[in-house]
């Protein structure tokens, strides 16, 4: 992980504080029958997302570091841990709704114990020995960010499976943009960028390993893919015509019968979606979402261009820096149309994760850390493809253009969208 | 279904109340988690049952007898039908738990709702034609009764399956009993019985078509196998090997690799069992207890006996009529001991469900009722062995000698048991 | 098994080899290839069914009963026991298509070598002391009777399934019948019947336990149900209909989208059947067939009329004792249609099993034989149903009125029908 | 493809023959059984791929080019298309083993007819003329060899999952190379090079998009990783230790009890492997073999070094360019011990393919081909990983140091080993 200068304690409490308090927040909306479902694999309850990021603080840096440090329950670890084979068993994965117990109170007082002792940890430290944990406390609250928007994600899915589709929050006032923005493709030069995180903050592993990559040419599209473009493909046939698809994209569209983006159902013949404001018309000028690489490399076919590589979409980032964005922050919690008054790429950051055609692997020189935190990203790497930007449910603090997500390319969960390059 | 006498109205709004109140009382210990999740494809969550025994009364009752009755909510009726094909479609039985909301307050409501309207209902309608509805009335609160014991089941399964194994309630006080009752074969004569009921009561179709059956002499165990006894069969490599089972109840067992009945998991080398009060110690007096059909035929082999047919059951029944049981009014809600004092057959009636080795068919001249009641048990007439006698999850009042329940010979979340017939 | 008093050893060798040259014949169109897929789990390789049977007699008579007897080959006892758990270990059933090797030619010299032995075990025993291994000889050619019954569908289903849909044989000139046979219901009488067998020949384990049976008047329909009969059901929606199917049925119709019995399809808008003779046009008279239980219960039900269960069919058939049938020896080995000269009931014997609404339990007072016998038919005593009267694929000899054949009520490749009665 | 300049029809005529040929010698030693059987779904019946292959030929060249071409059979084509959405339905790959018939003989019959044809347009073609389908003929010869090394591969896995464990042929005297090489790690200098095919003669499609990469320093294994190394790894508790795995490749290792290469077993305590001359001790010097990536890499870890990527061995290629190898003209079919007297870098080309730590994506500036052809290799570039190099199985004119072959991560069928790289 990086290497952080230690900054004053307040500060780094008044941002743990911060970041926890987020998280209830994002949780507040919900029922507790809510926190404690699991409608797919992928998916994890709520209830187990909050107490999960409590025992990452618990397990990495209150034993170790706040000397008598006593846990909140001694099967928590047993329940909470994720995926560290080094932190001992485990609740399989897709057991985790078996949780029905502690109730969601207790996870919430689980919750201030642990803030309670970070608290009096950070309080104790002399501001010279704050170093020893300063860099796994950033990646806790890393870690927190990162559940934040899979809270965001499998909240959406659990409200959209539910018969009753409910709505997550109202809209915000004002936030629809009803004008199109046409679609051209602008250049990014050639020649040798530089790829992986050079910077001094925080970064996960999987950003470093900078090395040189030598990218020919090619133009980028200046926004994301709409809704209005995606339907033409899907009235031109897309989805029933293999020549655009890869062939096990082509069967899973077969096998699960996909005609449309997740979360699109047709009501009295007009397509509709559900969002976090409810089930609402498809707004044509709004970006594409949540379909899968092998949907969003379709489309692209299609269309006669193609997805971005990771390192080319690092490039145009540094071609056309990436300002803002519709993170988290705008509480819109869905992807907006782009804005027709910018001239440049808009929409890198934000919006919605691009799929890359890039294979979610190491970088040069890459080596997995020692311990539990070796298991956090390493591991992971194949069949799985890179996202880039961030999206509508990310921390705004959270990104970076070196930052790399991943899913495994039949994923349609996330909010994820289409970025085109122009074929050479 | 039986052709009731009408009864004063009031008289049946008591029993309806108390009924409906029984219910809710089952669901009292839990917490809104506890009540949405599904284990297994077999459990359906709390909440569910609460709501379709409402669904049940509205759709067949209040709609069509209670002028001017509007139904609660309108997609109710698709998230609360069962198996009805003839009431629409509905939730897929695996997907109950994608139902978080309505939230557990809004069922309450629902079930108070329809409490009101039943209640209006049978006040506003003269006894003359009270029968018009009777027999549904009795219909809907027997169903209530059968899923009050599937409450039952289901939570101890949600609870079971619970890594923290959270206790449900106390057990009550005194009701361990610890002496050993010894085990023997009393004569059931052969010769001409009568099976099915023959009385002025309710009854369920599948118990009609009285017929005539012939038995041969045999002779009955005077009570349920026994913890020891199961523990025998265990300690003497009881499940490893084939010559006692049936082949697909040893391929199950190989398969999940089975040794010991649900809920026995062993502690620092001693066999404990998860009960509604906790994970216990086994009792050794206690009947052996959630086993599937195939444990108890490959015990009964391995013991050189063999289980009861329906009919001799029904005709031991008649030769040694049971007064009285370990119903879910003791409150235990686990099988208890034999009574050491009692010199006949006991535990025919409540502790324990006995399996039969008795195909689930229809007796002769059975045929379904026209429309949705049609649907409540012929349909499931394959594949399903009968059991006998109830259990202390099921109510008193709802048990008969002539009862026929039934499951798959693989399921073990009920409280089925063995009771052993003499081979010829 | 049976107690068959010792015969002389010529007629028992001139059986033996009239049986094992049946088999072979059975083969004889075969390609090498089609010996040895498996194109579904039920479905056994023609070369493995040949080599099982040459195993059943050097295991269980050559081996214990002719002195210094050599195994063919130590693995083909591996390779080709079947389920007989007390005789070893073995190839498990879904890979029997693994076995490529040994080819087929060397099947044939096993077999030539087990026929040696029995010819020389026979010739060298004194006839008082053949009674040592008579029994089981005996078994050993009802055992491969009954796979060559298995035989010819198992090649149905490899021919059937292969998209040439190739002939297996010419069907034999003047076997079409096209005169069209009136169904009507004739009267068993009510009363006690004895069900089980008591003659002094052969007979399988699962048919002692000879018992008193009291059955009630009923009507049984003259002849096998027709294909004319099940289009109409077809045409009237009888797939598609809940109210007409067991629930698990049901499902299965729509998990598998079934629309026709097994082997039907539909050419230029006409359905078509394969057959042992190629793809033909549905003849109309002709029983329907490779159907499941599930179906032939589904059209009782449309039909108004009912299934008989098996004791009521053997009741029957003592009513109206079966002369002849449509058996192996025909050379027809497809159902043909029921003769309109002949006046009571028909085809009780030969053209289709029968499936009856017994589940295939064991008879008062059954119990399995020591040893391997032991596991021929005792534990296969669940989920399974019985069809009764032998099939188009049965040889002659082989059935008798109280023979219990048993299928799973899903399986649809075995040469099975529907007999119906009248509901009372 | 690539465009090849015509060369006389007489040379082409004879290099068309020796393929052809070869073919069918690879199946000589098969019985007919051999040929039809599909132990999983990626291995194909010998049968179906020399059928597969003429398919080719007579599609992609006779019919469009031979005038007045009469198919052979009317139904080869849905019988015998492996994955051609263009050229038509056809049976599912998983059910090959359906085709039982046509029988072996046909399928000779069907080359020799497809043959004569071949034959006779080239006779009947200019020279001037030839261009128009001398590039498919190159494909389909290419694609003819592609087969031949799927043949052996699959040959192997149908012989090696029979009980009988049968020789496919004796192993060639003189064979065995019994001294260790030791390994060393030799220089890679670092800098840019070009990647993919520039040369005149053919290629795929996959090797086009010529272009450029910057490489860092890195050191390679002088020889492949030997069968005494993985075996440290395994007593090591290398397949115990979750630290070295990928995540995937763990769960997959514990979900098939994985503990050792594919065809591995123990044999009286000792270490055998299954080969093309039936089961031998493991030979410690002999290049682990029959891995999937996920070992390949899990060792790699194991061993504190890493795999290469594509691209580092294209670049070592050229470096240490590879100049013979244990292709399949040894007629060994067996990876052989690295030589002790060579000094370099030996075994790149030959003996197994090697898994990189590259995905199969695209080049920069592929696009796939039009019609048909343009199915051949573009829909396949996911999920799936380059194997460089060619194998003991692959024809030595059909290899390249550009040649990019491709898996699944988890297949282990292949001839397939491991080249370790140092860690920077």
């Known amino acids: 992980m990086s290497t952080l200068t230690a900054s004053a304690s307040q500060t780094l409490l008044l941002r743990y504080h911060h970041t926890r ?7 507040k909306p919900l029922e507790p029958e809510d926190t404690v479902v699991q409608p ?15 025992w990452f603080f618990e397990t990495l840096i209150l034993l170790p570091h706040l000397s008598g440090y006593k846990v909140f329950h001694p099967q928590y670890a047993y329940l909470f841990n994720s995926y560290y084979n080094s932190l001992g068993s485990r609740v399989l994965r897709h057991q985790r709704s078996t949780i029905t117990r502690p109730p969601l109170r207790d996870i919430y007082a689980y919750r201030q114990h642990v803030d309670e ?13 704050l170093v020893k944990f300063l860099p796994i406390l950033e990646l806790g609250l890393q870690h927190e960010q990162q559940h934040q928007e899979l809270l965001i994600t499998d909240i959406k899915y659990i409200l959209g499976t539910n018969p009753l589709l409910p709505t997550y929050k109202e809209q915000p006032a004002g936030t629809i943009n009803s004008d199109a923005t046409p679609g051209k493709f602008l250049e990014v030069p050639g020649g040798h960028y530089t790829i992986g995180y050079t910077g001094e903050g925080f970064c996960f592993d999987n950003e470093q390993g900078v090395h040189e990559v030598q990218i020919d040419d090619f133009e980028i599209m200046n926004r994301l893919v709409t809704n209005r473009e995606f339907l033409e493909f899907m009235e031109d046939g897309g989805y029933k015509d293999f020549r655009h698809w890869l062939d096990e994209g082509f069967a899973l569209v077969n096998q699960n019968q996909l005609e449309a983006p997740l979360y699109w159902m047709k009501q009295d013949d007009e397509w509709h979606r559900f969002t976090m ?31 971005l590589s990771e ?15 519709n993170f988290v922050e705008t509480d819109l919690l869905e992807p ?29 020189g890459y080596s997995k850390a020692l311990g539990a935190v070796g298991e956090y990203n390493g591991k992971f790497m194949i069949n799985q493809m890179v996202l880039r930007g961030g999206s509508c449910a990310t921390p705004e603090s959270h990104i970076r253009t070196t930052y790399r997500n991943f899913f495994h390319p039949d994923k349609r969960w996330q909010y994820s969208g289409i970025r085109l390059a122009s074929r050479r």
């Open 40 to 54: 797919m694999v992928d998916v994890s309850p709520p209830k187990w997302h909050m107490a999960h990021t409590s």
């Open 311 to 325: 390192f080319e979409w690092e490039a145009a980032s540094q071609v056309y820096p990436p300002q803002e964005g």
């Open 336 to 364: 907006s149309a782009a804005n027709p008054a910018i001239e440049g790429v808009q929409q890198l950051f934000g919006d919605l994760w691009e799929w890359t055609y890039s294979a979610y692997h190491p970088y040069p």
């Open 277 to 307: 404001h409810g089930l609402q018309k498809v707004n044509l000028n709004d970006p594409v979402c949540h379909i899968s690489f092998y949907e969003a490399d379709a489309y692209a076919n299609w269309a006669g261009k193609r997805l």
């Open 21 to 27: 308090a987020r998280t209830e927040a994002i949780c």
């Open 117 to 129: 002792h970070i608290h009096k940890l950070l309080q104790q430290t002399p501001e010279e020995e």
